[in-house]
T-cell receptor
Framework: KQEVTQIPAALSVPEGENLVLNCSFTDSAIYNLQWFRQDPGKGLTSLLLIQSSQREQTSGRLNASLDKSSGRSTLYIAASQPGDSATYLCAVAGGGNKLTFGTGTQLKVEL | EAGVVQSPRYKIIEKKQPVAFWCNPISGHNTLYWYLQNLGQGPELLIRYENEEAVDDSQLPKDRFSAERLKGVDSTLKIQPAELGDSAVYLC?????????????FGPGTRLTVL
């Protein structure tokens, strides 16, 4: 059974800092990995999707990497802003496009 | 392009009452998913539809939960009777047809409180 772990569970940083969120998964037989953002009381917003054959994806200040063989992914956020404050969820897609989620990293970017 | 639409956004009911949630996926998306998200946890899949067919409902508690997707477009998830432990956020997602692994797009969710 696939298990996804995210570290740290919570993170507080000053504005402008670069930061890294970590995601690990136990079964490397995945089709893709998605990073989502969730604001309080809201649904999930897809940030980046990395196909299993890819190593990384970039969108603006966000960069996600994938090392499928070691079961790890990182989400790098450059020059963090208060508007980046949210919970970040990592999810891996297995058979049937079923997503298995981690429990998330709650990020707070302070002024 | 409109995103995934869910209603209601919030629902408060007493235990043993029935409740229903509605989802309209992104136009043209043939795959629809219902997820359950407990507080502080990641979402967990309840059921997946390919068009009008439920192809994965292994994690749907069938004694009290039911779902339908008539005509392969919008979908309804029902709980009858609701229990205190059903308090959670119910998320709907959709993805387009095509390759095996497709990006999923989520709606805002329905927050259910059972008293």
């Amino acid at each position: 059974k696939q298990e996804v772990t995210q570290i740290p569970a919570a993170l507080s940083v000053p504005e402008g800092e670069n930061l890294v969120l970590n995601c690990s998964f136990t079964d490397s037989a995945i089709y893709n990995l998605q990073w989502f953002r969730q604001d309080p009381g809201k649904g999930l917003t897809s940030l980046l999707l990395i196909q299993s054959s890819q190593r990384e994806q970039t969108s603006g200040r966000l960069n996600a990497s994938l090392d499928k063989s070691s079961g790890r992914s990182t989400l790098y956020i450059a020059a963090s802003q208060p508007g980046d404050s949210a919970t970040y969820l990592c999810a891996v897609a297995g058979g049937g496009n079923k997503l298995t989620f981690g429990t998330g990293t709650q990020l707070k970017v302070e002024l | 392009e409109a995103g995934v639409v869910q209603s209601p956004r919030y629902k408060i009911i007493e235990k043993k009452q029935p409740v229903a949630f509605w989802c309209n996926p992104i136009s043209g998306h043939n795959t629809l998913y219902w997820y359950l998200q407990n507080l502080g946890q990641g979402p967990e899949l309840l059921i997946r539809y390919e068009n009008e067919e439920a192809v994965d409902d292994s994690q749907l508690p069938k004694d009290r939960f039911s779902a339908e997707r008539l005509k392969g477009v919008d979908s309804t998830l029902k709980i009858q009777p609701a229990e205190l432990g059903d308090s959670a956020v119910y998320l709907c997602a959709s993805s387009p047809a095509g390759a095996v692994a497709r990006e999923q797009f989520f709606g805002p969710g329905t927050r259910l409180t059972v008293l």
